[in-house]
């Protein structure tokens, strides 16, 4: 953020549940000036048509406000990401990782079944 020049950022996000974290580093985003001034690129990897629209809610004001600035795109798969242009890339995985399904609780030293 010390370096004046603005540089292009990529936000991946897995299983980005209702858009609150994205929505959250968007907002926060907006507060610092290179990165404000910066071309942010997200990619969202959601498979549910409805959570899709609740993110759509959400985020794509935050496209209309910035313009061309700030480019939302879905995907049903990470490697459907097609775009190798060099940027700072970030990948979040948060709720992603709360809905994994969980079967096996380590209590001290022995595995136990759920």
Not at 54 to 77: M, T, Y
């Amino acid at each position: 953020m010390e370096d004046s020049r603005a540089l292009p950022v990529r936000l991946i996000e897995l299983g980005p549940g209702r858009g609150s974290l994205m929505e959250d580093i968007l907002r926060t985003f907006d507060r610092f000036p290179t990165v404000r001034n910066s071309h942010l690129s997200v990619h969202l990897i959601e498979n549910s048509e409805n959570l899709k629209n609740v993110q759509k809610a959400k985020l794509e004001p935050f496209s209309r406000k910035n313009g061309d600035r700030i480019s939302i795109q879905w995907h049903h798969h990470i490697q459907d990401i097609r775009d190798k242009t060099p940027m700072y890339t970030m990948v979040l995985a948060h709720e992603f990782f709360d809905a994994m399904p969980i079967h096996i609780l380590e209590v001290g030293s022995r595995l136990h079944p759920l």
